[in-house]
C-alpha cells in the first residue's frame, strides 16, 4: 500500500498536537500546581476560531487578527494552551508588581508564576513542533478569539494559540499585513 504526504497531512499534524500536548501536562510548574490547561481544535471547531478570529479583526481594526485568521483557516489543526487566573497565594511574592497576592487578586492583575508556568508549557510544546519538523506559530490573536469563547474555563484569561502547519514552505512568513507589530497608536 502507498501513502502519499498529501494524504497524511492531517493525521500527522494530529499527531504532533497530541505530543505537544502531552509536553504541556509534563511541562515543569511552580510548587507542581498544575494551574495550565490545553486543547486540540481541528475541523469545524478550528473554523470556529476563524469566525472569531475574522469578526475580532474588524472588530478591533486590527490587520494581524484577520491576516492570522487566514493563516489558521489553511492549517489542519491548533494547539489551544491557557492558564488558570489562580494565584499561588504567597505573602511575600510580588513578582506581579503588587505586594501580594491579596492585592493582586483586588487589582484584577494576573500571577507571575502562573503566567511564567504558561510560557515554559509553550516552550514544551513548540520544541514538540520543531523536532517533528511542523511549521507552527504562537498565536496571541488565537488566544484572543478562544478566551471570548466557550472553549476554556471562564477563570482562563490568559491563553495562546499554535497552529501547525504541513506545507513546501511554511504559511506563517511572508504574511503580509500586520506581519510586524508597530502601529504607533500609542505614541
Not at 494524504?7 to 494530529?14: G, I, T, V, Y
Not at 515543569?28 to 481544535?41: F, T, Y
Not at 496571541?140 to 482562563?156: L, N, R
Amino acid at each position: 500500500m502507498l501513502r502519499y504526504v498529501e494524504d497524511m497531512e492531517a493525521e500527522l499534524a494530529l499527531a504532533t498536537a497530541e505530543k505537544m500536548v502531552a509536553a504541556i501536562k509534563t511541562a515543569p510548574k511552580a510548587s507542581g500546581q498544575d494551574k495550565v490547561v490545553a486543547a486540540i481544535a481541528s475541523g469545524s471547531d478550528k473554523d470556529r476560531i476563524v469566525r472569531k478570529m475574522r469578526k475580532l479583526g474588524e472588530e478591533y481594526e486590527e490587520e494581524f487578527i484577520t491576516r492570522d485568521a487566514g493563516c489558521l483557516e489553511k492549517c489542519k489543526c491548533v494547539v489551544l494552551v491557557g492558564v488558570r487566573d489562580v494565584p499561588h497565594g504567597l505573602d511575600h511574592c510580588g513578582m506581579c508588581g503588587f505586594e501580594n497576592c491579596a492585592e493582586l487578586r483586588k487589582a484584577g492583575g494576573n500571577c507571575a508564576l502562573t503566567t511564567t508556568d504558561l510560557g515554559i508549557a509553550i516552550g514544551s510544546a513548540v520544541s514538540i513542533a520543531a523536532d517533528s519538523r511542523v511549521d507552527n506559530r504562537v498565536m496571541y490573536s488565537v488566544g484572543k478569539a478562544v478566551s471570548q469563547m466557550d472553549i476554556f474555563p471562564s477563570d482562563v484569561r490568559v491563553c495562546y494559540g499554535i497552529p501547525l502547519s504541513i506545507s513546501a514552505k511554511s504559511i506563517f512568513f511572508d504574511r503580509g499585513p500586520g506581519a510586524v507589530l508597530i502601529s504607533g497608536k500609542d505614541e
